[in-house]
């Protein structure tokens, strides 16, 4: 299996981290994940345009270009014969003896690697179970940073209560869940937070409010109280990995009737015919 490893493709038995790296040491970096459907990265230039973003938030200048990234992701996909799975992509700030101050001459350490998805089809198709969880994150939630330590507490949480997402709440306003974003459908509108700092506008979040407006779904991106959440009458968490799912169960009492509800379904279908759609058009251009 190769891996992306500072511009090379080598082996991965054959990488190395250094002790001093800054993301070793520090979280100090930012990240990527996409998803491969059919030998095509999906949506792979927000994602990359994303990462750059990120970078640059954190004051960390990436050499090359957005495409040049581009070009080198799906290279990796094609030397890993990659048809379904995703790719991983990670930007340190470089490798310095510890210090929390750093020098702008370090070189950025950029890697990226090929792995193999389980599509959660069960909690798609039937839906899942969330708990509810204080945000007690950083005010940066906007950078996909790789200091996930709140993120892992409370995903760890609900993973030890049976269920699969900590959906997390802040001054009483649900913002999103530990590695999805979260949508409530309430008096038939569905809801999801404004794309500010307090939550990572997700890619997939954003093809989402795509399909809510070509199907004709009334969509609004605005807070959602917890209170207004346990009256919802659907919600759904989305992510690259997870695509669309229904939540059925917060903390133990149902959501709605407690199964998928309509509004979930259709979006549900809507993104699969994107994710048909992007994959089909790049296989034949
Ligand atoms: N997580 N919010 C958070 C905190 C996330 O970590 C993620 C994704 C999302 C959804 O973003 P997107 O639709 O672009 O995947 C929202 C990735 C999948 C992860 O960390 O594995």
């Known amino acids: 299996m190769k891996i992306l490893y500072n511009g090379d493709f080598i082996e991965k038995k054959d990488a190395h981290v250094d002790i001093e790296d800054r993301g070793y040491q520090f979280g100090d970096g930012v990240y990527e994940v996409i998803r491969v459907y059919n030998g095509t990265l999906f949506t792979l230039k927000e994602h990359t345009e994303r990462l750059f973003k990120s970078a640059k938030e954190i004051g960390i200048h990436l050499q090359g270009t957005v495409l040049d990234m581009e070009e080198k992701l799906q290279q990796l996909v094609a030397h890993n014969q990659l048809t379904d799975g995703g790719v991983y992509i990670q930007v340190t700030r470089g490798v310095a003896p510890r210090k929390h101050q750093y020098s702008d001459s370090l070189t950025p350490q950029i890697t990226a690697y090929t792995f193999q998805v389980k599509k959660p089809v069960q909690e798609q198709e039937a839906g899942a179970k969330a708990i509810l969880s204080e945000d007690l994150r950083w005010l940066r939630c906007d950078i996909k940073s790789l200091n996930l330590l709140y993120n892992i ?107 998928p509800g309509k509004l979930t379904k259709r979006v549900q279908v809507g993104f699969q015919q994107k994710i048909n759609h992007e994959s089909e058009a790049s296989i034949s251009s």
Do not use: W
């Not at 306003?173 to 500010?196: C, K, L, M, Q, W």
């Not at 939550?199 to 409010?209: D, M, P, S």
């Not at 917890?226 to 919802?232: D, G, N, V």
């Open 153 to 259: 507490m409370e995903k760890q949480k609900a993973s030890e209560a049976g269920a699969f997402e900590a959906i997390l709440v802040r001054d009483g306003f649900v913002t999103e869940g530990t590695s999805s974003n979260v949508y409530a459908v309430i008096d038939g509108v569905i809801r999801t937070h404004p794309a500010n700092n307090l939550i990572l506008n997700g890619i997939t979040r954003r093809k989402l409010l795509e399909v809510c407006e070509e199907e004709g779904c009334t969509v609004e991106e605005t807070r959602i109280s917890k209170e207004e959440l346990l009256r919802a009458q659907e919600i759904f968490i989305s992510s690259t990995t997870a695509e669309v799912i229904p939540i059925v169960e917060i903390d133990g009492e149902p959501v709605g009737e407690g199964v």
